[in-house]
């Protein structure tokens, strides 16, 4: 504790059987930590790392602590089991994280400490998920689910699962209208943007008419007879109408007194298609929120 390592420092293969206690140490080269077994308690609180610590394949029996410890370089923890809490309270990651083929239950991080840091695969990706979910943390469990989803969309590693065309389009389809499930924002910006787009659109090019109440006509024939006739007056909608026109629509309802002109009435159809399937979406991912 509160010690200080100037050279390299290897602990390869070594077995702890009590508590180990590095709180506070600066290590100025290494260390090295690969298949060490921690029997009980590990701590690295507030310990400074100054070059690349590697944890390879190590194994901690109970928790093991980092917290306020700083990484400078990149720290390496492939292969390693937690067997308890794994805590790294406000530590700080400078450089990569490698986090391949980790086995945890309870990794206690801000997923933005390490989001554009870490290097892993994608059972450690899941593993992460389950961990943020069992600290309550749902938050970071969204976060990195669909940080998860991103890399798994984009990943060109040869090492992960041969994906057809259509697995990848369902994935873009997930991604683009509901943010893999756990962005709300993106079906209500469907959902607005479908309304109000159409809405400029009707507009624009006055793609629906408004049907006034019948206009009666009284027409003199010759001093003993008279004609009366009616019909419909239309005139074009306002902003405002085209606004109630394209939300009712949405909906699917039924706007009175207005009505689609010609291929419009395609538009007002594919836009009821739409509705269902958008504000579907939003109430799928609402409760998916709201029912943890």
């Known amino acids: 504790m509160n010690s200080v390592f100037c050279r390299d420092s290897n602990f390869l293969e070594s077995h702890f059987i009590g508590n180990a206690n590095f709180g506070g140490t600066v290590f100025y080269r290494g260390p090295s930590f690969e298949a ?3 029997e009980k308690n590990a ?3 507030l310990a400074e790392f100054k070059s690349e610590p590697s944890f390879n394949g190590a194994y901690f029996k109970r928790d093991a602590t980092f917290n306020y410890a700083i990484f400078c370089k990149s720290v390496y923890f ?4 937690f067997g308890g809490d794994a805590n790294y309270t406000k530590t700080t990651f400078n450089k990569p994280v490698y986090l391949k083929e ?3 239950s309870r990794f206690n991080v801000e997923w933005r400490q390490i989001k554009d840091k870490i290097d892993c695969d994608g059972a450690t990706y899941l593993l992460l998920v389950r961990s943020f979910k069992n ?4 938050d970071n469990a969204d ?4 940080d998860y989803r991103e890399w798994r969309r984009n990943s060109n590693d040869v090492s992960t699962e041969k994906r057809s065309n259509w697995s990848k ?4 389809v997930s991604y683009a209208s509901c943010g893999y499930g756990v962005r709300l924002r993106f079906p209500l910006a469907w959902i607005f943007g479908s309304i109000f787009g159409l809405t400029f659109l009707y507009h624009i090019f006055d793609g629906i008419t408004k049907s006034s109440p019948h206009e009666i006509t009284m027409i003199s024939l010759n001093n003993s007879t008279m004609l009366f006739s009616s019909a419909y007056a239309e005139t074009a909608p306002s902003f405002w109408e085209c606004l109630y026109f394209s939300s009712l629509s949405f909906a699917g309802g039924t706007p009175v007194g207005l009505s689609p002109v010609g291929v419009w009435k395609y538009a007002v159809m594919m836009e009821s298609v739409l509705g269902y399937l958008f504000l579907a979406l939003f109430v799928v991912v609402l409760a998916r929120k709201l029912i943890r």
Do not use: H, K, M, R
């Open 36 to 38: 060490v077994n921690f």
């Open 43 to 45: 701590s690295f609180d």
């Open 78 to 81: 492939v292969g390693v089991n």
């Open 102 to 104: 980790a086995i945890f």
């Open 135 to 138: 600290l309550e943390q749902f």
């Open 143 to 146: 976060d990195c689910y669909y």
């Open 169 to 172: 389009l369902y994935d873009f």
